[in-house]
Protein backbone atom coordinates (compact mmCIF):
# COMPACT_ATOMS: atom_id res chain seq x y z
CA UNK A 1 0.00 0.00 0.00
CA UNK A 2 3.29 2.34 0.20
CA UNK A 3 4.98 1.00 -2.87
CA UNK A 4 4.73 5.21 -4.46
CA UNK A 5 6.00 6.02 -0.70
CA UNK A 6 8.67 3.33 -1.13
CA UNK A 7 9.83 4.83 -4.39
CA UNK A 8 10.00 8.22 -3.28
CA UNK A 9 13.81 7.34 -1.68
CA UNK A 10 16.86 5.84 -2.22
CA UNK A 11 17.32 2.13 0.18
CA UNK A 12 20.74 3.93 0.43
CA UNK A 13 20.43 7.48 2.66
CA UNK A 14 16.79 8.31 2.24
CA UNK A 15 15.60 11.47 4.01
CA UNK A 16 13.99 9.45 6.86
CA UNK A 17 11.36 12.12 8.16
CA UNK A 18 10.15 12.84 5.04
CA UNK A 19 10.15 9.33 3.77
CA UNK A 20 7.84 8.41 6.65
CA UNK A 21 5.57 11.59 6.04
CA UNK A 22 5.25 10.43 2.56
CA UNK A 23 4.64 6.39 3.72
CA UNK A 24 2.09 8.12 5.71
CA UNK A 25 0.40 10.20 3.58
CA UNK A 26 0.22 7.84 0.38
CA UNK A 27 -1.14 4.86 3.00
CA UNK A 28 -3.54 6.92 4.55
CA UNK A 29 -5.04 7.95 1.09
CA UNK A 30 -4.78 4.74 -0.56
CA UNK A 31 -6.67 3.06 2.70
CA UNK A 32 -9.36 5.94 2.39
CA UNK A 33 -9.77 4.76 -1.23
CA UNK A 34 -9.65 1.25 -0.41
CA UNK A 35 -12.52 1.70 2.25
CA UNK A 36 -14.88 3.26 -0.10
CA UNK A 37 -14.06 0.58 -2.54
CA UNK A 38 -15.03 -2.75 -0.10
CA UNK A 39 -17.89 -3.07 2.09
CA UNK A 40 -18.23 -3.57 5.84
CA UNK A 41 -16.81 -6.92 7.13
CA UNK A 42 -19.26 -8.60 9.49
CA UNK A 43 -17.20 -7.43 12.47
CA UNK A 44 -17.37 -4.03 11.26
CA UNK A 45 -21.02 -4.17 10.83
CA UNK A 46 -21.56 -5.25 13.59
CA UNK A 47 -19.40 -2.95 15.82
CA UNK A 48 -21.26 0.00 13.66
CA UNK A 49 -24.59 -1.38 14.29
CA UNK A 50 -24.57 -2.14 17.80
CA UNK A 51 -22.60 1.15 18.07
CA UNK A 52 -25.64 3.14 17.95
CA UNK A 53 -26.34 2.25 21.35
CA UNK A 54 -24.31 4.47 23.35
CA UNK A 55 -23.39 2.23 25.95
CA UNK A 56 -20.63 2.36 28.88
CA UNK A 57 -18.73 -0.55 27.65
CA UNK A 58 -19.71 -3.75 25.22
CA UNK A 59 -19.63 -7.41 25.58
CA UNK A 60 -17.17 -8.37 23.29
CA UNK A 61 -14.58 -5.68 23.85
CA UNK A 62 -14.36 -2.40 25.56
CA UNK A 63 -15.79 0.67 24.13
CA UNK A 64 -13.44 3.03 22.61
CA UNK A 65 -13.83 1.46 18.92
CA UNK A 66 -17.57 1.41 18.98
CA UNK A 67 -17.42 4.96 20.35
CA UNK A 68 -15.04 6.33 17.96
CA UNK A 69 -17.11 4.15 15.10
CA UNK A 70 -20.71 5.24 16.66
CA UNK A 71 -19.82 9.28 17.01
CA UNK A 72 -18.33 9.40 13.35
CA UNK A 73 -21.72 8.28 11.95
CA UNK A 74 -23.47 10.66 14.27
CA UNK A 75 -21.21 13.41 13.32
CA UNK A 76 -21.72 12.69 9.46
CA UNK A 77 -24.91 11.12 9.29
CA UNK A 78 -23.99 8.50 7.59
CA UNK A 79 -22.62 4.70 8.32
CA UNK A 80 -20.72 4.25 4.76
CA UNK A 81 -17.45 2.06 5.30
CA UNK A 82 -15.56 5.07 4.16
CA UNK A 83 -17.11 7.41 7.02
CA UNK A 84 -16.70 5.32 9.83
CA UNK A 85 -13.48 3.90 8.77
CA UNK A 86 -11.89 7.07 8.47
CA UNK A 87 -10.50 7.50 12.23
CA UNK A 88 -9.17 4.31 12.13
CA UNK A 89 -7.23 5.17 8.92
CA UNK A 90 -6.03 8.45 11.11
CA UNK A 91 -5.17 5.79 14.40
CA UNK A 92 -2.89 3.98 11.59
CA UNK A 93 -1.22 7.25 10.08
CA UNK A 94 -0.31 8.04 14.03
CA UNK A 95 0.76 4.46 14.87
CA UNK A 96 3.41 4.56 12.05
CA UNK A 97 4.71 8.10 13.28
CA UNK A 98 5.29 6.48 16.65
CA UNK A 99 7.04 3.32 15.66
CA UNK A 100 8.94 5.89 13.34
CA UNK A 101 10.07 7.45 16.59
CA UNK A 102 10.68 4.51 18.43
CA UNK A 103 13.05 3.25 16.25
CA UNK A 104 14.90 6.53 15.68
CA UNK A 105 14.74 7.43 19.12
CA UNK A 106 16.54 3.29 20.38
CA UNK A 107 18.59 2.72 16.76
CA UNK A 108 18.22 5.72 14.96
CA UNK A 109 16.49 7.12 11.98
CA UNK A 110 17.26 5.01 9.13
CA UNK A 111 16.23 2.04 12.03
CA UNK A 112 12.95 4.26 12.88
CA UNK A 113 12.24 4.50 8.78
CA UNK A 114 12.69 0.52 8.08
CA UNK A 115 10.36 -0.01 10.88
CA UNK A 116 7.60 2.11 9.14
CA UNK A 117 8.14 0.91 5.72
CA UNK A 118 8.07 -2.86 6.87
CA UNK A 119 5.23 -2.28 9.12
CA UNK A 120 3.15 -0.63 6.30
CA UNK A 121 3.57 -3.78 3.77
CA UNK A 122 2.33 -6.38 6.78
CA UNK A 123 -1.29 -7.40 5.35
CA UNK A 124 -2.58 -7.74 9.23
CA UNK A 125 -1.46 -4.20 10.16
CA UNK A 126 -1.35 -2.55 7.37
CA UNK A 127 -4.87 -3.80 6.04
CA UNK A 128 -7.06 -4.85 8.78
CA UNK A 129 -5.44 -3.12 11.43
CA UNK A 130 -4.78 0.16 9.35
CA UNK A 131 -8.36 0.96 8.35
CA UNK A 132 -10.95 -1.65 9.34
CA UNK A 133 -13.49 -0.82 12.02
CA UNK A 134 -11.77 -2.89 14.82
CA UNK A 135 -10.52 -2.26 18.54
CA UNK A 136 -7.15 -2.99 17.39
CA UNK A 137 -6.60 0.44 15.42
CA UNK A 138 -6.73 2.71 18.90
CA UNK A 139 -5.20 -0.26 20.53
CA UNK A 140 -2.18 -0.18 18.49
CA UNK A 141 -2.28 3.69 18.24
CA UNK A 142 -2.13 4.09 21.80
CA UNK A 143 -0.17 1.19 22.82
CA UNK A 144 2.64 2.88 20.67
CA UNK A 145 2.75 6.07 21.97
CA UNK A 146 2.88 5.12 25.52
CA UNK A 147 6.00 2.68 25.03
CA UNK A 148 7.50 6.05 22.70
CA UNK A 149 6.91 7.63 25.86
CA UNK A 150 8.53 4.78 28.37
CA UNK A 151 11.51 4.67 25.68
CA UNK A 152 12.18 8.49 26.23
CA UNK A 153 11.77 8.35 29.90
CA UNK A 154 14.28 4.97 30.40
CA UNK A 155 16.24 5.66 27.28
CA UNK A 156 16.78 9.85 26.92
CA UNK A 157 14.06 11.97 24.87
CA UNK A 158 16.02 13.35 21.90
CA UNK A 159 13.11 15.81 21.04
CA UNK A 160 11.78 17.75 24.09
CA UNK A 161 11.52 18.00 27.45
CA UNK A 162 9.63 15.31 29.18
CA UNK A 163 5.94 15.81 29.40
CA UNK A 164 6.52 19.33 27.51
CA UNK A 165 7.70 20.69 31.35
CA UNK A 166 10.39 23.12 30.66
CA UNK A 167 10.61 24.51 34.04
CA UNK A 168 10.14 21.70 36.41
CA UNK A 169 12.38 19.88 38.21
CA UNK A 170 13.63 16.55 37.02
CA UNK A 171 11.62 14.56 39.49
CA UNK A 172 8.41 16.52 38.59
CA UNK A 173 8.97 16.11 34.89
CA UNK A 174 9.35 12.09 34.87
CA UNK A 175 6.21 11.71 37.46
CA UNK A 176 4.26 13.76 34.92
CA UNK A 177 5.65 11.92 32.47
CA UNK A 178 4.13 8.43 34.55
CA UNK A 179 0.82 9.88 34.48
CA UNK A 180 0.60 10.65 31.20
CA UNK A 181 2.14 7.12 30.01
CA UNK A 182 -0.82 5.67 32.62
CA UNK A 183 -3.09 7.96 30.47
CA UNK A 184 -2.15 6.23 27.08
CA UNK A 185 -2.07 2.78 28.34
CA UNK A 186 -5.32 2.93 30.34
CA UNK A 187 -7.06 4.55 26.81
CA UNK A 188 -5.48 1.46 24.95
CA UNK A 189 -7.21 -0.88 27.56
CA UNK A 190 -10.10 1.01 26.77
CA UNK A 191 -9.60 -0.13 23.71
CA UNK A 192 -9.04 -3.64 24.01
CA UNK A 193 -7.47 -5.59 26.84
CA UNK A 194 -4.04 -6.07 25.16
CA UNK A 195 -3.69 -2.73 26.41
CA UNK A 196 -2.86 -4.77 29.47
CA UNK A 197 0.45 -6.18 27.89
CA UNK A 198 2.25 -2.61 28.11
CA UNK A 199 1.95 -2.39 32.29
CA UNK A 200 3.03 -6.09 32.38
CA UNK A 201 6.12 -5.36 29.66
CA UNK A 202 7.33 -2.58 31.23
CA UNK A 203 7.14 -3.81 34.68
CA UNK A 204 8.59 -7.10 33.51
CA UNK A 205 11.60 -5.21 31.80
CA UNK A 206 12.62 -2.96 34.59
CA UNK A 207 12.43 -6.22 36.84
CA UNK A 208 15.11 -7.98 34.91
CA UNK A 209 17.18 -5.05 34.01
CA UNK A 210 19.63 -3.72 36.91
CA UNK A 211 19.67 -0.20 35.81
CA UNK A 212 16.73 0.73 35.45
CA UNK A 213 15.23 -1.19 39.10
CA UNK A 214 15.25 2.18 40.65
CA UNK A 215 12.06 2.86 39.06
CA UNK A 216 10.62 0.16 41.38
CA UNK A 217 11.31 2.69 44.67
CA UNK A 218 9.45 5.68 42.88
CA UNK A 219 6.06 6.65 43.04
CA UNK A 220 5.98 7.20 39.71
CA UNK A 221 5.19 4.28 37.65
CA UNK A 222 2.88 3.39 40.70
CA UNK A 223 0.71 6.11 39.89
CA UNK A 224 0.63 5.54 36.29
CA UNK A 225 -0.96 2.38 36.64
CA UNK A 226 -3.48 3.79 39.20
CA UNK A 227 -4.63 6.01 36.26
CA UNK A 228 -3.97 3.46 33.78
CA UNK A 229 -6.95 1.37 35.85
CA UNK A 230 -9.19 4.16 36.49
CA UNK A 231 -9.18 4.84 32.86
CA UNK A 232 -11.08 1.17 32.59
CA UNK A 233 -14.01 2.72 34.93
CA UNK A 234 -16.71 2.56 32.25
CA UNK A 235 -15.87 -1.06 31.63
CA UNK A 236 -15.89 -2.31 35.09
CA UNK A 237 -19.06 -0.32 36.02
CA UNK A 238 -20.80 -1.98 32.67
CA UNK A 239 -19.70 -5.40 33.63
CA UNK A 240 -20.46 -5.25 37.26
CA UNK A 241 -24.30 -4.66 36.13
CA UNK A 242 -24.01 -7.71 33.82
CA UNK A 243 -22.71 -10.82 35.48
CA UNK A 244 -19.17 -9.60 34.04
CA UNK A 245 -19.80 -11.09 31.13
CA UNK A 246 -17.71 -9.83 28.73
CA UNK A 247 -14.47 -10.61 31.07
CA UNK A 248 -16.11 -14.59 30.51
CA UNK A 249 -16.33 -14.40 27.13
CA UNK A 250 -12.98 -13.53 26.91
CA UNK A 251 -11.61 -15.19 29.43
CA UNK A 252 -13.32 -18.58 28.29
CA UNK A 253 -10.98 -18.62 25.20
CA UNK A 254 -8.10 -19.68 27.26
CA UNK A 255 -9.92 -22.54 29.44
CA UNK A 256 -7.69 -25.23 28.89
CA UNK A 257 -9.12 -28.84 27.48
CA UNK A 258 -7.78 -32.12 27.68
CA UNK A 259 -4.31 -32.81 26.01
CA UNK A 260 -1.64 -30.76 24.25
CA UNK A 261 -2.60 -29.94 20.65
CA UNK A 262 0.23 -29.71 18.50
CA UNK A 263 -2.09 -29.42 15.16
CA UNK A 264 -3.82 -26.71 16.53
CA UNK A 265 -0.32 -24.33 17.66
CA UNK A 266 1.19 -25.34 14.80
CA UNK A 267 -1.93 -23.70 12.05
CA UNK A 268 -1.78 -20.96 14.89
CA UNK A 269 1.76 -20.26 13.89
CA UNK A 270 1.30 -20.60 10.00
CA UNK A 271 -1.95 -18.33 10.45
CA UNK A 272 0.49 -15.25 12.18
CA UNK A 273 2.75 -16.43 9.10
CA UNK A 274 0.04 -15.65 6.62
CA UNK A 275 -1.50 -11.95 8.47
CA UNK A 276 2.00 -10.79 8.84
CA UNK A 277 3.10 -12.40 5.22
CA UNK A 278 6.20 -15.23 5.60
CA UNK A 279 8.35 -13.04 3.78
CA UNK A 280 8.59 -10.08 7.15
CA UNK A 281 7.17 -12.57 9.30
CA UNK A 282 10.83 -15.33 9.14
CA UNK A 283 13.68 -11.96 9.50
CA UNK A 284 10.68 -10.51 12.22
CA UNK A 285 11.15 -13.90 14.48
CA UNK A 286 14.80 -13.92 13.74
CA UNK A 287 14.63 -9.97 15.33
CA UNK A 288 13.38 -11.55 18.24
CA UNK A 289 15.18 -14.40 18.88
CA UNK A 290 18.22 -11.78 18.55
CA UNK A 291 16.66 -9.99 21.27
CA UNK A 292 15.99 -12.83 23.59
CA UNK A 293 19.57 -14.14 23.19
CA UNK A 294 21.25 -10.85 24.11
CA UNK A 295 18.81 -10.83 26.86
CA UNK A 296 19.03 -7.78 29.37
CA UNK A 297 22.58 -6.98 28.67
CA UNK A 298 21.19 -5.56 25.28
CA UNK A 299 18.86 -3.09 27.31
CA UNK A 300 16.60 -1.10 24.31
CA UNK A 301 16.63 -4.75 22.08
CA UNK A 302 15.33 -6.19 25.50
CA UNK A 303 13.24 -3.66 26.00
CA UNK A 304 11.36 -4.37 22.87
CA UNK A 305 11.12 -7.87 23.60
CA UNK A 306 9.56 -7.29 26.99
CA UNK A 307 6.94 -5.30 25.47
CA UNK A 308 6.10 -8.01 22.63
CA UNK A 309 6.25 -11.36 24.76
CA UNK A 310 3.17 -10.80 26.71
CA UNK A 311 0.63 -11.01 23.66
CA UNK A 312 3.17 -13.34 21.36
CA UNK A 313 3.76 -15.91 23.75
CA UNK A 314 0.48 -16.69 25.81
CA UNK A 315 -2.08 -16.22 22.77
CA UNK A 316 0.53 -18.98 20.94
CA UNK A 317 0.20 -20.93 24.33
CA UNK A 318 -3.43 -21.14 24.66
CA UNK A 319 -3.64 -22.70 21.10
CA UNK A 320 -2.39 -26.04 22.51
CA UNK A 321 -5.42 -26.63 24.34
CA UNK A 322 -7.00 -27.35 20.90
CA UNK A 323 -8.30 -23.84 19.72
CA UNK A 324 -6.74 -22.50 16.55
CA UNK A 325 -7.53 -18.92 18.11
CA UNK A 326 -7.15 -15.86 15.85
CA UNK A 327 -3.93 -14.87 14.22
CA UNK A 328 -4.32 -11.18 14.81
CA UNK A 329 -4.57 -11.45 18.72
CA UNK A 330 -0.46 -12.00 18.57
CA UNK A 331 -0.41 -8.39 16.53
CA UNK A 332 -0.05 -6.33 19.42
CA UNK A 333 3.63 -7.78 20.14
CA UNK A 334 4.52 -7.97 16.92
CA UNK A 335 4.43 -4.53 16.82
CA UNK A 336 7.15 -3.52 19.03
CA UNK A 337 9.34 -6.09 17.30
CA UNK A 338 9.09 -3.74 13.60
CA UNK A 339 11.79 -1.43 15.32
CA UNK A 340 14.44 -4.46 16.04
CA UNK A 341 13.59 -5.38 12.30
CA UNK A 342 14.34 -1.88 11.02
CA UNK A 343 17.43 -1.73 13.37
CA UNK A 344 18.70 -5.31 11.46
CA UNK A 345 17.58 -3.05 8.07
CA UNK A 346 19.71 -0.26 8.75
CA UNK A 347 22.75 -2.54 10.08
CA UNK A 348 23.07 -4.51 6.88
CA UNK A 349 22.49 -1.72 4.37
CA UNK A 350 25.09 0.50 6.54
CA UNK A 351 27.37 -2.70 6.65
CA UNK A 352 30.92 -3.44 4.87
CA UNK A 353 29.41 -6.12 3.25
CA UNK A 354 28.23 -5.52 -0.53
CA UNK A 355 26.36 -9.08 -0.81
CA UNK A 356 24.41 -8.02 1.99
CA UNK A 357 23.62 -4.97 1.23
CA UNK A 358 22.51 -6.32 -1.86
CA UNK A 359 20.35 -8.96 -0.73
CA UNK A 360 19.04 -6.58 1.81
CA UNK A 361 18.38 -4.13 -0.88
CA UNK A 362 16.47 -6.73 -3.42
CA UNK A 363 14.40 -8.13 0.09
CA UNK A 364 12.72 -4.54 0.54
CA UNK A 365 12.22 -4.13 -3.24
CA UNK A 366 10.43 -7.53 -3.63
CA UNK A 367 8.55 -7.66 -0.22
CA UNK A 368 7.10 -3.65 -1.25
CA UNK A 369 5.85 -5.12 -4.72
CA UNK A 370 4.89 -8.14 -3.41
CA UNK A 371 2.53 -6.53 -0.84
CA UNK A 372 1.23 -4.31 -3.48
CA UNK A 373 0.22 -6.51 -5.57
CA UNK A 374 -0.99 -8.82 -3.14
CA UNK A 375 -3.34 -5.81 -2.46
CA UNK A 376 -4.24 -5.39 -6.01
CA UNK A 377 -5.18 -9.11 -6.11
CA UNK A 378 -7.19 -8.91 -3.06
CA UNK A 379 -9.10 -5.89 -3.66
CA UNK A 380 -10.33 -6.14 -7.24
CA UNK A 381 -11.39 -9.73 -6.05
CA UNK A 382 -12.97 -8.45 -2.89
CA UNK A 383 -14.65 -5.32 -5.31
CA UNK A 384 -15.56 -7.76 -8.31
CA UNK A 385 -14.95 -11.41 -7.28
CA UNK A 386 -13.32 -12.26 -10.69
CA UNK A 387 -11.12 -14.89 -9.06
CA UNK A 388 -14.15 -17.01 -8.30
CA UNK A 389 -15.06 -16.79 -11.29
CA UNK A 390 -12.04 -17.78 -13.20
CA UNK A 391 -11.26 -20.73 -10.87
CA UNK A 392 -14.54 -21.11 -9.44
CA UNK A 393 -12.77 -24.48 -7.13
CA UNK A 394 -10.06 -21.91 -5.30
CA UNK A 395 -13.61 -21.08 -3.22
CA UNK A 396 -15.19 -24.29 -3.20
CA UNK A 397 -15.50 -24.10 0.50
CA UNK A 398 -16.69 -20.81 0.78
CA UNK A 399 -15.07 -17.26 -0.18
CA UNK A 400 -13.95 -15.26 3.00
CA UNK A 401 -14.49 -12.04 0.63
CA UNK A 402 -17.95 -12.54 0.28
CA UNK A 403 -18.47 -11.08 3.63
CA UNK A 404 -17.46 -7.74 3.00
CA UNK A 405 -20.44 -7.43 0.52
CA UNK A 406 -23.56 -5.27 1.71
CA UNK A 407 -26.49 -6.38 1.63
CA UNK A 408 -28.08 -3.61 -0.08
CA UNK A 409 -31.15 -5.02 -1.70
CA UNK A 410 -32.84 -5.78 1.45
CA UNK A 411 -34.32 -2.66 2.05
CA UNK A 412 -35.59 -2.18 -1.57
CA UNK A 413 -37.12 -5.49 -1.45
CA UNK A 414 -39.03 -5.24 1.55
CA UNK A 415 -40.34 -2.00 0.25
CA UNK A 416 -41.12 -4.02 -3.34
CA UNK A 417 -43.59 -6.21 -1.03
CA UNK A 418 -44.98 -3.77 1.15
CA UNK A 419 -42.92 -4.52 4.37
CA UNK A 420 -40.85 -1.21 4.68
CA UNK A 421 -40.90 0.62 6.38
CA UNK A 422 -40.49 -2.18 8.95
CA UNK A 423 -43.95 -1.53 11.80
CA UNK A 424 -41.94 -4.25 14.36
CA UNK A 425 -38.51 -5.20 13.99
CA UNK A 426 -36.15 -7.40 12.22
CA UNK A 427 -35.01 -10.30 13.66
CA UNK A 428 -31.43 -12.28 12.31
CA UNK A 429 -30.54 -15.40 13.69
CA UNK A 430 -26.81 -14.90 14.16
CA UNK A 431 -25.07 -11.41 15.37
CA UNK A 432 -22.94 -11.94 12.09
CA UNK A 433 -26.16 -11.66 9.98
CA UNK A 434 -27.32 -9.14 12.73
CA UNK A 435 -24.73 -6.81 11.88
CA UNK A 436 -25.38 -6.99 8.04
CA UNK A 437 -29.26 -6.58 8.22
CA UNK A 438 -29.09 -3.84 10.82
CA UNK A 439 -26.56 -1.84 8.40
CA UNK A 440 -28.53 -2.44 5.33
CA UNK A 441 -31.80 -1.03 7.02
CA UNK A 442 -30.35 1.85 8.60
CA UNK A 443 -29.71 3.33 12.16
CA UNK A 444 -33.86 3.75 11.66
CA UNK A 445 -35.28 0.29 12.05
CA UNK A 446 -35.14 -2.43 15.25
CA UNK A 447 -32.94 -5.50 15.20
CA UNK A 448 -32.81 -8.38 17.20
CA UNK A 449 -30.60 -11.24 17.01
CA UNK A 450 -32.77 -14.30 18.07
CA UNK A 451 -29.77 -16.58 18.74
CA UNK A 452 -28.06 -18.16 22.03
CA UNK A 453 -25.37 -15.86 21.51
CA UNK A 454 -26.43 -12.82 20.03
CA UNK A 455 -23.83 -10.72 21.75
CA UNK A 456 -24.18 -6.72 22.38
CA UNK A 457 -27.14 -7.49 20.58
CA UNK A 458 -28.76 -8.53 23.41
CA UNK A 459 -28.11 -5.38 25.50
CA UNK A 460 -28.81 -2.99 22.31
CA UNK A 461 -31.92 -3.55 22.16
CA UNK A 462 -35.13 -5.21 25.24
CA UNK A 463 -36.12 -7.90 23.92
CA UNK A 464 -39.21 -7.65 26.22
CA UNK A 465 -40.10 -4.43 24.79
CA UNK A 466 -41.11 -6.08 20.89
CA UNK A 467 -43.65 -8.63 22.75
CA UNK A 468 -46.41 -8.84 20.58
CA UNK A 469 -44.94 -6.85 17.80
CA UNK A 470 -44.30 -8.62 14.29
CA UNK A 471 -40.97 -8.91 12.69
CA UNK A 472 -39.21 -9.67 9.17
CA UNK A 473 -37.00 -12.21 9.57
CA UNK A 474 -33.88 -12.40 7.93
CA UNK A 475 -31.39 -15.68 7.41
CA UNK A 476 -28.56 -15.96 5.25
CA UNK A 477 -29.82 -19.06 2.70
CA UNK A 478 -28.57 -22.84 4.49
CA UNK A 479 -29.97 -25.77 2.85
CA UNK A 480 -31.66 -28.03 5.74
CA UNK A 481 -31.59 -25.05 8.15
CA UNK A 482 -35.85 -24.68 8.48
CA UNK A 483 -36.62 -21.59 10.19
CA UNK A 484 -40.22 -21.76 10.69
CA UNK A 485 -39.98 -25.04 12.68
CA UNK A 486 -37.58 -23.27 14.65
CA UNK A 487 -38.83 -19.79 15.56
CA UNK A 488 -42.74 -21.44 15.41
CA UNK A 489 -42.32 -21.51 19.24
CA UNK A 490 -41.97 -17.78 19.01
CA UNK A 491 -44.07 -16.48 16.84
CA UNK A 492 -48.28 -16.67 16.40
CA UNK A 493 -47.66 -17.44 12.40
CA UNK A 494 -44.53 -17.14 10.37
CA UNK A 495 -44.97 -17.12 6.30
CA UNK A 496 -42.21 -16.35 3.90
CA UNK A 497 -41.81 -13.85 1.84
CA UNK A 498 -39.11 -14.12 -0.53
CA UNK A 499 -35.12 -14.95 -1.42
CA UNK A 500 -32.52 -12.18 -1.85
CA UNK A 501 -29.53 -12.29 -3.40
CA UNK A 502 -26.38 -10.55 -2.52
CA UNK A 503 -24.83 -9.49 -5.47
CA UNK A 504 -21.02 -8.55 -6.02
CA UNK A 505 -21.57 -7.08 -9.49
CA UNK A 506 -23.03 -9.83 -11.39
CA UNK A 507 -21.80 -12.57 -9.24
CA UNK A 508 -24.26 -14.22 -6.81
CA UNK A 509 -22.71 -14.25 -3.45
CA UNK A 510 -25.29 -15.88 -1.34
CA UNK A 511 -29.10 -15.59 -1.06
CA UNK A 512 -30.75 -14.27 2.26
CA UNK A 513 -34.39 -15.80 3.25
CA UNK A 514 -36.80 -13.29 4.58
CA UNK A 515 -40.15 -13.87 6.87
CA UNK A 516 -43.26 -12.44 7.96
CA UNK A 517 -43.67 -13.09 11.63
CA UNK A 518 -46.85 -12.43 13.63
CA UNK A 519 -47.04 -11.43 17.23
CA UNK A 520 -43.86 -12.25 19.00
CA UNK A 521 -44.64 -13.87 21.84
CA UNK A 522 -42.30 -15.83 23.50
CA UNK A 523 -38.90 -14.74 24.45
CA UNK A 524 -36.33 -16.85 22.65
CA UNK A 525 -33.70 -18.40 25.09
CA UNK A 526 -29.99 -16.92 25.24
CA UNK A 527 -27.11 -18.24 26.98
CA UNK A 528 -26.01 -14.63 28.31
CA UNK A 529 -27.17 -12.78 31.42
CA UNK A 530 -29.10 -9.95 30.73
Same mark, same amino acid.
Given at each position: ????? +?????????????????????????????????????????? *?????? $?????????????????????? @???? @??????????????????? $????????????????????????????????? &????????????????????????? #????????????????????????????? !????????????????????? +???????? &???????????????????????????? %???????????????????????? @???????????? &??? *???????????????????????? @????????????????? #? *???????????????????????????????????????????? =???? =????? =?????????????????????????????????????????? #????????????????????????????????? +???????????? %???? !???? $?? *?????????????????????????????????????????????????????????
Amino acid at each position: MVVTG +ASSFSFRRPDATGSVLAIIAIGALVRFLLAATVGLGVDESYA *VAVARD $ISLSYFDHPPLHFWIAGTMARL @AQSE @AAEVVRLPFVLCFAGTTWF $IFTLGRRLFGERAGLFAALLLNISAVFSLSTGG &WVLPDGPLMLLTSAAVDRIAALLFG #DDTATLAGATSASPAKSEFATWLWIGLLT !GLAMLAKYHGVFVLAGTAGFV +ATTPRFRK &WLATPGPYAGVLVALACLAPVLLWNSGH %SWVSFAFQGARAVPAPGVHLDTFA @ANIAGQMAWVLP &WIF *VPLAASAWRALRGGPRDEKRWFLL @ALAAGPIVGFTLVSLKG #D *VGLPHWQAPGWLFVFPLLGAGVAERLDGVRDDLRRSTRRWLSWS =VGGY =VGLIL =VLTTHASTGWIARLAPTVFAKGDPTGDLVNWQLLKPTLAAFG #DYPVTGFVAATSWIQAGKAAIAMGPGTPVLCLC +ADPHHFYYAQND %SAFL !GKDA $IL *VKKLKVGDDLIERFSPYFERIDPITKVGIYRGMQLVMEVELYRAKNYRALYPTDQPR
